[in-house]
């Protein structure tokens, strides 16, 4: 099994949706930061379940603590471990998966690969595993921050059929649906009450970006930035879809329309949405995804037992109607993540080149 992400900035995840607890451990974050706890909860408690009727009833606190690498309020070069209790496993809800494989699920594939598999709130394969992640992120988002003015922001643009029109940043702290659009909110409670009534549920579409992101990001060939940005993106629980920029978008556009022409007061559009030949361009970073319905649903479902003869599979216990309205801090989290990661490898090979030409401001999209 492989849990470890990153090449420089290394995070190896831990732990099960059931275990006693889950976590990382971060490898190679720079010396000299000051971190504690206060700055790694929030991020957290924007991911958490239980804050709405809207997401998965699980109530988990979510508290972290950092167990090593930091002496007297300060990174010391040395792994940071971050841990986070499970405090409210509810096991029994699982009893009739033991014997039979949700559709949609990881139950089936796990079984197939290894032979046995801890079906408790979907072992490892648990969108709680997202957890850690979003720890290690925080971490990543502060060094970010505090030495290139990097940002990260994300908003969902679709809940299920229905689109989210984009109306302004300062919307998005509050909803539980991560909507840049106030006016929105009765129209997705209303959707989402309707959906939990049925037993059924709907995907999501979020858009994240980085801004004031450092040009020259990106180890081309294997390791282009945008290539590992869609690899983390595609790691998230549930996600079928990454879009960089215009995205798919692209192929209804002209060459005249899509390449983003340069002058020395800005970009003049962000089509590329912030790479080139799997370079940053200093321009901000726009990223799409498409997020699946959740699987665990109450609809009976045709599906098969161990022995492989049919059955029908309807899941209870709590779960996410739509997974996708939590992803948000999840999938800004990745985008920091990759971002780190190649800030230390382009400061490792390239820290010393030194350019005449000034860099273009970015200019974004909107
Ligand atoms: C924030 C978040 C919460 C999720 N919660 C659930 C859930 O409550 N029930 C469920 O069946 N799947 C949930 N998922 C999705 C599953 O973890 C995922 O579909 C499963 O592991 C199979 O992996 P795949 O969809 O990436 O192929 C969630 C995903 C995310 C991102």
């Known amino acids: 099994m492989s849990s470890t992400f990153g090449t420089l900035f290394r995070v190896t995840n831990f732990g099960e949706s059931h275990g006693p607890a889950i976590g990382c451990v971060i490898d190679g974050c720079p010396p000299g930061m000051a971190l504690a706890e206060a700055d790694i ?41 971050l841990l986070i209790h499970n405090t409210d496993q509810r096991s029994k809800d699982y009893g009739n ?51 290139h003015g990097t940002g990260f922001r994300g908003c969902m643009t679709h809940l299920g059929a229905i689109a989210i029109p984009f109306e302004g940043w300062e919307h998005v702290p509050n909803n539980p ?13 209303a959707a989402m009450d309707a959906l939990r009534k049925e037993g059924d549920s709907v995907g999501a579409r979020i858009l994240v970006e980085a801004t004031n992101v450092p040009p020259g990001l990106g180890e081309p060939l294997a390791d282009k930035l945008d290539a590992e940005i869609a690899y ?6 549930a996600v079928k879809g990454v879009e960089i920029g215009a995205g798919f978008g692209c192929v209804a556009q002209r060459g005249s329309v899509h390449g983003d022409e340069l002058t020395p007061a800005g970009f003049r559009s962000n089509n590329a949405g912030g790479v080139l030949g799997g370079i940053s361009t200093g321009q901000d970073i726009t990223v799409a995804i498409a997020i699946k319905p959740t699987s665990s649903i109450r609809a009976p479902r045709a599906s098969i037992d161990r022995s492989g003869a049919p059955t029908v599979v309807q899941t209870f216990g709590r779960h996410d109607p739509c997974v996708g309205i939590r992803a948000t801090p999840i999938a800004e989290a990745m985008l920091a993540l990759v971002l780190m990661d190649h800030a230390l490898r382009q400061r490792a090979q390239c820290g010393d080149v030194r350019l005449a030409t000034p860099p ?7």
């Open 41 to 81: 909860q929030p991020e957290l408690d924007r991911r958490r379940p239980g804050t709405s009727r809207h997401v998965t009833q699980r109530n988990e606190p979510d508290a972290v603590q950092i167990l090593s690498g930091v002496y007297e309020g300060v990174t010391t070069g040395t792994p940071i471990c």
């Open 97 to 147: 998966l033991l014997d039979t494989f949700r559709p949609g699920h990881a139950d089936y594939s796990y079984w197939r690969k290894y032979g046995l598999r801890d079906p408790r709130g979907g072992g490892r394969a648990s969108a709680r595993l997202t957890a850690p992640m979003v720890g290690a992120g925080a971490v990543a988002r502060k060094w970010l921050r505090e030495h």
């Open 177 to 189: 649906f991560f909507a840049a659009n106030a006016s929105m909110i009765a129209e997705l409670e």
């Open 232 to 237: 983390a993106m595609m790691g998230i629980n």
């Open 360 to 366: 273009i401001p970015a200019r974004a999209r909107r």
